[in-house]
C-alpha cells in the first residue's frame, strides 16, 4: 500500500544521496561551507562490474570543532520509499537479501525518469531503483514517519484496511494510523512517496572505529527494461551540469 501519485504542479528534481547543501541564508562560499563541517567523504567501487559504489561519512581525524558528522540520506529524486529490514529479499536485479542495517529502496517517480531521459547525455541511464544498502533503523523510521504523517487520511485508512481486512474501528487515532502504515513501510509492505532532496533515513553507524564514522552502499538501475545496475559515478559526475 502506497500513498498517491503527487499533486499536480510536481517538480522532478536531482538531489546527491548524502550531505545536505548549504542552507538558503548562507552567504559564503560553497567550499568554505564544507570545509568547516570537518568531515572526510570516501567513495570506492564495489560489486562484480564496479557498479555499485561504497561511501563512508566520517569525522576528519584533525577535526577542530565538535559538530558531529550528519549522515542523514536524502532522495535523490522524488518517489516512492520503502525499507526492506535484516534478512529479507529485496526486490533487484539480482534478489540480494538485506544486510542486518537494512536497506532503502526509492522507486523513481515516472516524471523524474522522463525528465533525466531529456536533460541527461545519451550515454547516461536514467535511474529507475536507487537502493541505500546499510541505514540505522531506529533512526530511519523516525524520519519516515514524518513523512507518513504526510499522507492523506484516507490513504492512511486504506492502508489500515489492507493490512488489517477491515476498517480501522471507532476510536483509532491518527497517530493510530500513522503509525501502523510506517510500520509497513520499514517491514517493506508499504511505502511513502517523497519528493527529492527529502531525508529518508539515516546511514548505519560503523561501531569498530575510533572516530565518528559511517557507511552505505549505493546501487542504481536504469530506469528501462530489462532492469539492469548502472553505475552512479557518471550520474555524480555530470550532476552541477544537468538542468532539470
Do not use: C
Not at 529479499?89 to 526509492?106: A, C, H, I, Q, R
Amino acid at each position: 500500500m502506497s500513498s498517491p501519485p503527487p499533486f499536480t504542479g510536481y517538480v522532478p528534481r536531482f538531489e546527491m544521496p548524502v550531505i545536505a547543501p548549504p542552507p538558503a541564508n548562507y552567504q559564503g562560499a560553497l567550499l568554505d561551507y564544507y570545509q568547516q563541517l570537518e568531515i572526510d567523504l570516501g567513495l570506492a567501487m564495489s560489486g562484480p562490474n564496479n557498479e555499485f559504489v561504497d561511501i563512508t561519512l566520517a569525522k576528519a581525524a584533525n577535526a577542530t570543532n565538535s559538530i558531529p558528522v550528519d549522515a542523514t540520506l536524502f532522495a535523490m529524486t522524488g518517489g516512492f520509499v520503502r525499507h526492506y529490514p535484516n534478512g529479507t529479499v529485496v526486490p533487484s536485479p539480482d534478489s540480494f537479501t538485506s544486510p542486518p542495517e537494512g536497506v532503502l529502496v526509492l522507486t523513481v517517480w515516472l516524471e523524474d525518469i522522463a525528465t533525466q531521459q531529456r536533460a541527461f547525455p545519451a550515454d547516461t541511464p536514467a535511474m529507475g531503483y536507487i537502493y541505500y544498502v546499510g541505514v540505522d533503523q531506529t533512526q530511519t523510521s523516525a524520519i519516515l514517519r514524518t513523512e507518513t504523517a504526510k499522507m492523506s487520511d484516507a490513504a492512511l485508512r486504506a492502508s489500515w484496511k489492507d493490512q488489517q481486512g477491515a476498517a480501522p474501528a471507532a476510536g483509532t487515532t491518527l497517530d493510530d494510523l500513522i503509525d501502523q502504515h510506517n510500520a509497513r513501510v520499514m517491514m517493506g509492505l508499504g511505502a511513502v512517496f517523497v519528493d527529492g532532496g527529502t531525508p529518508i533515513g539515516k546511514a548505519a553507524q560503523d561501531p569498530t572505529t575510533s572516530v565518528e564514522t559511517y557507511r552505505f552502499t549505493l546501487r542504481m538501475t536504469g530506469g528501462g527494461n530489462p532492469v539492469t545496475y548502472v553505475s552512479p559515478v557518471p550520474i555524480f559526475t555530470g550532476a552541477p551540469y544537468y538542468d532539470l
